[in-house]
């Protein structure tokens, strides 16, 4: 299945992205992390991006639709993938809609995730990352097994992103309400919406997702 998971930042689309990835095998497509590995690795896209990202705001949509074009031209997708942060405004989920339809392929479900703003800002402050393998911690709702070491590789570095501050979230949820947030219409209107509630905890809301995989799908 190909699936977009669409909601405001730390609504929890990263983290139910890689359960999906292990339960079915999808490929979950992050702009924001093929963006940080850009960062990263210092090219010029990333140099480019970096300062806009630290804003809180948007990257010009021909780097994201480039990147995602690329990615959905590789063999891995076909068996399925799971669009997380892009399209991220109208005009990347309409060259959305072109790359699909030149690379003969279909958007099953658009899984919109709806969490309130005070409970965003709780959870992207106290997001960090295993720094070996990138699995996804928090302070308080998900927390490694043994203090410092992570479950999945048992690596002891662990990073925090840049923009996971108090006055980037805020400014991230401003752009997410006034760019991001149209998507839901966009898709409501094309049949392939489905609303889960994202307040739940992560198990309640994999549940949530699980449901909307295994039900009818019309397929846009
Ligand atoms: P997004 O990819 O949408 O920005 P993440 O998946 O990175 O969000 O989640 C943001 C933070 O909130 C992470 O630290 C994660 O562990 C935590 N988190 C994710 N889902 C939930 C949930 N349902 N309840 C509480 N915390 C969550
Ligand atoms: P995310 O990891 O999805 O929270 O994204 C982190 C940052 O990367 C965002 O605040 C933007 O600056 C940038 N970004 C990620 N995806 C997109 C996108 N689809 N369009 C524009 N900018 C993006």
Redesign the pocket.
């Known amino acids: 299945m190909n699936i977009i998971?669409l909601?405001?930042?730390?609504?929890?689309?990263?983290?139910?992205?890689?359960l999906m990835e292990d339960r079915h095998g999808m490929k979950q497509l992050?702009t924001?992390d093929m963006l940080r590995a850009a960062v990263a690795a210092g090219t010029e896209t990333g140099r480019r991006a970096k300062t806009i990202m630290d804003r809180g705001e948007l990257v010009p949509d021909d780097v994201v639709v480039g990147i995602i074009s690329d990615r959905l031209g590789q063999p891995d997708v076909r068996g399925g993938f799971i669009l997380?942060?892009f399209p991220r405004n109208t005009a990347q989920a309409e060259a959305l809609d072109r790359m699909l339809a030149g690379k003969g392929l279909k958007l099953d479900a658009v899984i919109e995730?709806k969490?309130d703003d005070e409970?965003?800002v709780?959870?992207?402050t106290?997001?960090?990352?295993c720094a070996k393998c990138g699995k996804?911690?928090?302070?308080?709702?998900?927390i490694p097994k043994a203090a410092g070491v992570c479950d999945v590789c048992g690596g002891t570095q662990f990073n925090r992103r840049a923009d996971d501050n108090e006055k980037t979230v805020r400014d991230r949820l401003f752009v997410y309400n006034a760019q991001t947030a149209p998507l839901v219409q966009y898709y409501s209107g094309r049949g392939v919406l489905r609303t889960i509630d994202?307040?739940?905890?992560?198990?309640?809301?994999t549940r949530q997702i699980e449901d909307v995989l295994k039900g009818p799908q019309r397929p846009i």
């Open positions: 998971l909601g405001p930042p730390g609504a929890g689309k990263g983290t139910q992205a890689r992050s924001g997380d942060g995730m969490v409970a965003l709780g959870r992207i106290g997001r960090y990352t996804g911690y928090h302070d308080r709702f998900e994202g307040m739940a905890d992560i198990a309640e809301v």
